[in-house]
C-alpha cells in the first residue's frame, strides 16, 4: 500500500511540474499583445519534398506570423499525428488581450477518425457572453485559427512542445499539402478567414 501512495504522490509532483512547465497560462498586463493580422503569401517557390517517413508536401504559401497562442494540442496516434503532432490555436488583434481571450474557454479536439480542430466556448458571466452568436462568430473568425504543424527539425519540435497558453510566438514557414505514403491527402486552408484549419511545416519558431 505504500507504494501505492509514493506512486500516486510522485505522479502528482509530476504531473504539477508539467502544468507549470507546459500548461500555466502566461500572464499580462490587459492590451493586445499583436496587432498585426498575419498575412498568408500565395505561391511558395518551395519545390516538393518527402520526409524520412515517406510524407511528400507540396508548399503552397509563405506564412511569418507573431501571434499570441490560445492553447496547444499533443496528438500521438494516427496517421496525422505521425508527421503532425501538434496543434496550436492562435490569435491576433483584439482576440490577443489577455481581458478578452480570457472571457473564452478554447477545447481543442481531435481524433484519427472525426479530425481534429478548437471549440471556443464563452464563459458564463463575462462581457462577451450575452452576445448575440453570429457576432461572437465572426469576432473569432476575424481573429483566431488554428494550425496543424510539422516541425522541421528536432530543435523546432522541442520548441513547439514547450510553448505555454498566452505565449508569443513567431512562426516562420510554409503552409502545405501532405500525401502520405498510404495515398492519404492532407490539405491546408490558405485563407486565415474560415473555418478551416493550416497545415504549417515550421521551420523556425521564437518564444518570446
Known amino acids: 500500500m505504500r507504494y501505492l501512495v509514493w506512486i500516486a504522490v510522485a505522479a502528482g509532483l509530476y504531473g504539477g511540474l508539467q502544468w507549470a512547465m507546459h500548461d500555466r497560462p502566461v500572464a499580462h498586463a490587459p492590451g493586445s ?7 498568408i503569401v500565395l505561391g511558395s517557390s518551395r519545390p516538393p ?7 511528400q508536401y ?7 506570423a507573431r501571434v499570441v497562442v ?11 499525428a505521425s508527421f503532425s503532432p501538434k496543434d496550436l490555436a492562435i490569435a491576433w488583434g483584439e482576440l490577443s488581450d489577455r481581458s478578452v481571450y480570457e472571457q473564452f474557454k478554447f477545447s481543442e479536439m481531435g481524433s484519427p477518425l472525426a479530425g481534429r480542430f478548437v471549440s471556443p466556448e464563452v464563459r458564463r458571466g463575462t462581457e462577451m457572453s450575452p452576445r448575440p452568436f453570429a457576432e461572437v462568430s465572426n469576432f473569432l473568425l476575424m481573429h483566431l ?21 498566452g505565449q508569443v510566438v513567431r512562426l516562420k514557414g510554409v503552409l502545405v499539402d501532405v500525401v502520405s505514403p ?6 491546408t486552408s490558405l485563407a486565415l478567414f474560415d473555418y478551416n484549419c493550416e497545415i504549417m511545416w515550421v521551420d523556425a519558431i521564437n518564444l518570446e
Open 58 to 64: 507540396t508548399a503552397r504559401a509563405d506564412l511569418d
Open 33 to 39: 499583445l499583436v496587432k498585426e493580422t498575419p498575412e
Open 70 to 80: 490560445l492553447s496547444r494540442a499533443n496528438y500521438r496516434i494516427g496517421e496525422f
Open 145 to 165: 485559427t488554428h494550425v496543424h504543424t510539422i516541425p522541421a527539425d528536432a530543435a523546432v519540435a522541442h520548441r513547439l512542445a514547450g510553448i505555454r497558453p
Open 182 to 187: 498510404a495515398n492519404g491527402r492532407y490539405d
Open 49 to 55: 519534398w518527402r520526409d524520412t517517413h515517406g510524407f
